[in-house]
């Protein structure tokens, strides 16, 4: 399965942005679907996960209550809802597809990555 994430760009501190993730050539409902970000200069972290039908989430706690991840299964997409956005934020995020869990060697397909930049 191939992935595009796209819906980033810049925001300012508080602001809100809704990432998308579109898979293609594959079987999207059955891989568990993550949104991992890397900053300049840090190794890539985890984000969000939501299970292949998504009836479970797990998020880092550093976003826990402002970011929300969903996927529509009918649609082959993947989302991550960002609220309450914070100069921490800013970062090139990447989804996943694959098992479920927090680690990137966990997931086999990404996709190029998206820039959020939050400004103060």
């Known amino acids: 399965v191939q992935l595009q994430a796209f819906g980033g760009g810049l925001v300012q501190t508080g602001g809100y942005l809704r990432l998308s993730c579109a898979a293609f050539?594959?079987?999207?409902?059955?891989?568990?679907v993550a949104w991992f970000r890397q900053a300049p200069g840090k190794e890539r972290e985890f984000v969000a996960v939501?299970?292949?039908?998504?009836?479970?989430?797990t998020y880092a706690n550093t976003v826990q209550g402002r970011f929300t991840i969903s996927r529509d299964n009918s649609k082959n997409t993947g989302y991550l809802q960002m609220n309450s956005l914070m100069t921490e934020d800013t970062a090139i995020y990447y989804c996943?597809?694959?098992?479920?869990?927090?680690?990137?060697?966990?997931?086999?397909?990404w996709g190029q990555g998206t820039l959020v930049t939050v400004s103060s």
């Open positions: 996943a597809a694959g098992r479920r869990g927090v680690t990137y060697a966990e997931y086999d397909y």
């Open positions: 050539g594959g079987s999207f409902s059955d891989f568990a």
């Open positions: 939501i299970s292949r039908t998504g009836t479970a989430t």
